[in-house]
Structure formats: C-alpha cells, structure tokens
C-alpha cells in the first residue's frame, strides 16, 4: 500500500534551520509530485510548494520563495522540505502529500504530519 | 497568487440535512479546484477533484459544481462522519496552488 512516513517533532529557535523528510512506498516515486503543506495550531491548510520527484524541479508559494527548498533522493524515495530563518508564526504542522498521477495537484496520500515548533 | 474565499466559515447542521458550502477564486480558474475534508487531529482527504469529479470510494452524498471564479460543495444527506473541516484548493494548472479558508460543519 501507498505509505509516507515523515519524520518526527522538531523543536527550533528563532532563525534556526529544519529539515523535514517524507520517507515513501508502496508506488512508483519518480511518477508523482509531492507537495508540501502546513497547518498552523487551529488555523487552516497552506499550501507551501511541490516537487516534481521525476526532474526535481520545484514551485514554491510566493510568500516562501528564498528560504524553502524541496528536494529528493529517487534512490531512497524521499523527499525533503527545508525551511530557513524560522519565526514563530512558522509553528505548524507540516505535510507531505502525494500529487494524483496524471493529476499532480490532487492530493491523494499525506503524510502522518511533522510538528515544528519555534520558540525562543 | 490566486486568492479563495470560503462561505460561510462554519454552519451547524443535522442529520440528514443537505449543506452547501461556496467557493471563490479571485480570477477565473476553469474547473482546477479540489475539495477536501478534515478532522481533528487528521491528514485532510479528497472528496472532490476538478471541481465535479468525485474520488474513488468517496460517498454519493458528495457533489461538486461550478466553474471560473465560482464554486460549491454540497452533502446531500449529511452523515455523523461528515461533522468536519472542508477546504478548497485551486491550482489553475500549475504552478501554485491555494487552499481556501475553510468551513467547519458542526452539529446543530
């Protein structure tokens, strides 16, 4: 079956780094996208960026462009989320979802969700 | 980027009532907008992809319409596992996507 594993709860200062890892099985990695998501406590779902797991190649949010970088490692199936220069507000929970094939922007499997909380 | 608006934010509802929720984008998208379902605690689910499409295994009771900037969601019958958030998500093909705000249904 269709499964992805994300890493577990991070906890980052103010202007930290981290990096979130969505570990896969269960289809064929290279023939999909992966999108990333994340959801403030209470608040709704933003949709953060997407990688294209064939070509890497990458689009972002607008409000993320220069401190998120998607990528991923075809070998293992994985794909990373990093986010730089982390505020407070970046306090979410983040997931990884698949992009339907043949209909990359529906999202189909999630990710179990990663907490990052930033707090001084 | 694409901005959606999502009405109304939350409603309180019955069972067996038909709900409907809208959504709009602030320039036309074609029929690029999904619908999605959440509960606490939960990864978000499909319901609808491409506005009307409904999602492999995902009740009758669950319909979508619309097109350009103006969108609905409706359950028809509603269910106590339907009591959830309900998001739409345009991508206008690429290459960005936008969730609405979201409508909580609860129970009246």
């Known amino acids: 079956q269709v499964l992805l594993v994300q890493s577990g709860a991070e906890v980052k200062k103010p202007g930290a780094s981290v990096r979130v890892s969505c570990k896969t099985s269960?289809?064929?990695?290279?023939?999909?996208?992966m999108h990333w998501v994340r959801q403030a406590p209470g608040q709704g779902l933003e949709w953060m960026g997407r990688i294209n797991a064939n070509n890497g190649d990458t689009g972002y949010a607008q409000k993320f462009q220069g401190r998120l970088t998607m990528t991923r490692d075809t070998s293992i199936s994985t794909t990373y989320m990093d986010l730089t220069r982390l505020q407070s507000d970046d306090t979410a929970v983040y997931y990884c979802a698949r992009g339907k094939y043949y209909d990359f922007w529906s999202l189909d499997y999630w990710g179990q969700g990663s907490l990052v909380s930033v707090s001084s | 980027d694409i901005q959606m608006t999502q009405s109304p934010s939350s409603l309180s509802a019955s069972l067996g009532d038909r709900v409907s929720i809208t959504c709009q984008a602030s320039q036309d998208i074609g029929n690029f907008l999904n619908w999605y379902q959440q509960k606490p605690g939960k990864a978000p689910k499909v319901l609808i992809t491409d506005a009307t499409k409904l999602e492999a295994g995902v009740p009758s009771r669950f319909s979508g319409s619309g097109s350009g900037t103006d969108f609905t969601f409706t359950i028809t019958g509603l269910q106590p596992e339907d009591f959830a958030t309900y998001y739409c998500?345009?991508?206008?093909?690429?290459?960005?996507?936008?969730f609405g705000p979201g409508t909580t249904v609860d129970m009246k």
């Open positions: 269960g289809y064929s990695f290279n023939a999909h996208f």
């Open positions: 998500q345009q991508y206008d093909n690429g290459p960005r996507a936008t």
